[in-house]
């Protein structure tokens, strides 16, 4: 049963430190989306990548944050330095990009506190 | 631009009733929606998909939405709920333009189903 799998899990950090989050997409996927959920503002896309070019990376803080695939098993989003208003669970989804009725499978996203 | 809206973000059923779950979109051509689901401390799951192929879309775990173009509504039922739906819904639609693949996520309804 092929999954998104994610690693750290839960993650707590303080304040101005470097924070990465690792996602290994589904073998064969080649796309891959980065999101964001909080209480207030829901589920918001940070970066997309099709075939490892980034596509769409308007909804990251770019000051700070930084999403990257070095090859086709690992995507890599950092964030420094951190601040607790990142405070969110950051799920990674990769899909087959097969257009836009695509199905994305979704990882168990990582849980980032920061102090 | 595309966007959808789920009405409630807390719905409380009875075991064994009926569950409906409100979605209605915005969009300036035919949409691509869809139903995931989050259970607690996990990631999204795919529910069901409307790709134009029929307007009555069957899911897994016995749901199922029916896309209605004159409500601009995407709404998702069950005939009987059980304790295992207790879960966090989200609609989302599938953009268009050069981010096709993305997928933008109404606010979530939270499901609770009591004994």
């Known amino acids: 049963d092929a999954r998104v799998t994610q690693t750290p899990r839960h993650k707590v950090t303080e304040m101005g430190q470097e924070v990465t989050m690792r996602c290994q997409p589904i073998l064969g996927h080649n796309t891959v989306f980065w999101y964001r959920q909080t209480m207030m503002q829901g589920l918001e896309l940070l970066a997309y990548f099709r075939n490892r070019a980034p596509l769409d990376d308007s909804g990251m803080p770019k000051d700070r944050f930084s999403a990257e695939m070095p090859d086709a098993t690992l995507a890599t989003l950092k964030i420094q330095p951190s601040e607790p208003r990142d405070s969110a669970v950051y799920f990674c989804?990769?899909?087959?990009?097969?257009?836009?009725?695509?199905?994305?499978?979704f990882g168990p996203g990582t849980r980032l506190t920061v102090l | 631009a595309q966007s959808v809206t789920q009405l409630g973000s807390h719905v409380s059923v009875s075991e064994g009733a009926l569950v409906l779950l409100r979605c209605n979109y915005s969009?300036?051509?035919?949409?691509?929606l869809f139903w995931y689901v989050q259970y607690p401390n996990q990631g999204l799951q795919l529910l069901l998909k409307y790709t134009s192929a029929a307007t009555l879309v069957k899911g897994i775990n016995g749901f199922e939405a029916e896309f209605k173009k004159s409500e601009t509504s995407f709404h998702l039922t069950k005939p009987s709920a059980h304790m295992s739906d207790a879960a966090e819904y989200f609609c989302?639609?599938?953009?268009?333009?050069?981010?096709?693949?993305?997928?933008?996520f109404g606010k979530g309804t939270k499901l609770s189903v009591k004994p």
């Open positions: 989804a990769s899909g087959r990009g097969q257009g836009p009725t695509d199905t994305q499978y």
């Open positions: 989302a639609v599938s953009e268009f333009g050069g981010s096709q693949g993305n997928l933008i």
């Open positions: 969009s300036s051509v035919p949409p691509y």
